[in-house]
């Protein structure tokens, strides 16, 4: 009796271990080909690989949330592609993507004959976010092993076609996303968004000091907010201070790429999906100068 009652209860059990082993494996559910076997001696040793279909890879960064990085990371991608290159963003912000509201984009990838999520394309730049997997009324409720994982399927199971440029728009602060990024991914440059308040500036420093630790190269800070010009009067006004971030740079020798000014459409059209890179010539100014600045620094 007994034993019948165990052999009853083993397929169960088989099949609810190697359902988790799944899950971990392959959180987004890809087809996949045979497993590749590492060699020993390379296990647990990070080593930094170059994306397929991608020639440079640019990390637009911040160490906190709400200072504009992914605006800045959106309207810089379609800034590189005013200047005639091939561009896609990625969105590495597993936990709150915002890439998809950005460039009006909703519903999933398709998937290729080889087993790679297909970007999706809006306003010429090809996109790929965990937004495009998840509906935004649910919450990604996932241990780290699962993150990590979803989050390499995102960084090298994407069929992007021959971009010049990739960004990528990090998730805010310097945690194991961050990390992770910075350890397995050849990366050309980044790219630090702070605002000019201290207490953002205090933050930016920690990122700063995290691409140099991992050996990334820093292509400078973007200040975003940075000022205010009164529709009005048109005066300009630096409501946080006009030279925090100027000092804060020139003490890590790293260049000010641009300053974009504090603007109401530049708020209201990015919540609307309508980058002001693509509606605004005189708002894209500055993202096109940030554009101009990388490039002449990568190429
Ligand atoms: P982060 O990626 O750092 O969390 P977001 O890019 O999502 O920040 O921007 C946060 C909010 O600030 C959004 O509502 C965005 O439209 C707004 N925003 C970003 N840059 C500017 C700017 N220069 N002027 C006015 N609003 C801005």
Redesign the pocket.
């Known amino acids: 009796m007994m034993s019948a009652r165990i052999v009853t209860m083993m397929p169960r059990a088989r099949w609810f271990q190697t359902c988790a082993r799944v899950m971990h494996e392959n959180p987004l559910g890809l087809p996949r080909k045979k497993k590749e076997s590492i060699p020993l001696m390379s296990r647990g040793l990070p080593i930094k690989q170059r994306i397929s279909g991608v020639n440079r890879v640019i990390l637009v960064s911040?160490a906190?949330?709400?200072?504009?990085?992914?605006?800045?990371?959106?309207n810089t991608a379609l800034a590189l592609q005013s200047l005639g290159r091939r561009v896609g963003i990625l969105d590495a912000?597993i936990f709150?993507p915002?890439i998809p509201r950005?460039l009006n984009l909703t519903g999933e990838p398709r998937i290729s004959d080889n087993g790679k999520l297909l970007p999706l394309i809006n306003y010429g730049i090809e996109s790929m976010s965990m937004g495009y997997l998840v509906s935004s009324e649910k919450a990604v409720v996932w241990r780290g092993l699962m993150v990590m994982k979803a989050l390499q399927q995102l960084l090298f199971d994407v069929q992007w076609s021959n971009l010049d440029y990739l960004v990528i728009?990090m998730p805010?602060g310097t945690g194991d996303t961050q990390l992770t990024i910075s350890q397995q991914l050849k990366v050309d440059g980044a790219v630090i968004?702070s605002t000019p308040q201290d207490i953002a500036l205090i933050d930016a420093v920690k990122g700063i000091a995290m691409f140099k630790q991992v050996e990334i190269p820093l292509l400078g800070l973007v200040q975003?907010?940075?000022y205010f010009v009164c529709p009005n009067c048109k005066h300009e006004a630096h409501i946080f201070g006009s030279e925090g971030a100027r000092r804060e740079a020139a003490k890590h020798h790293l260049d000010v790429l641009g300053s974009?000014?504090?603007?109401?459409?530049?708020?209201?059209?990015?919540?609307k999906g309508k980058p002001v890179v693509m509606t605004d010539p005189e708002l894209a100014k500055p993202y096109i100068d940030i554009a101009s600045n990388i490039v002449a620094k990568l190429e």
């Not at 906190?64 to 990371?73: E, F, I, R, W």
């Open positions: 911040s906190k949330g709400g200072v504009g990085k992914s605006t800045v990371a959106v912000d709150g915002s950005l728009d805010p968004v975003n907010m940075s974009i000014p504090l603007n109401e459409a530049i708020c209201v059209q990015s919540d």
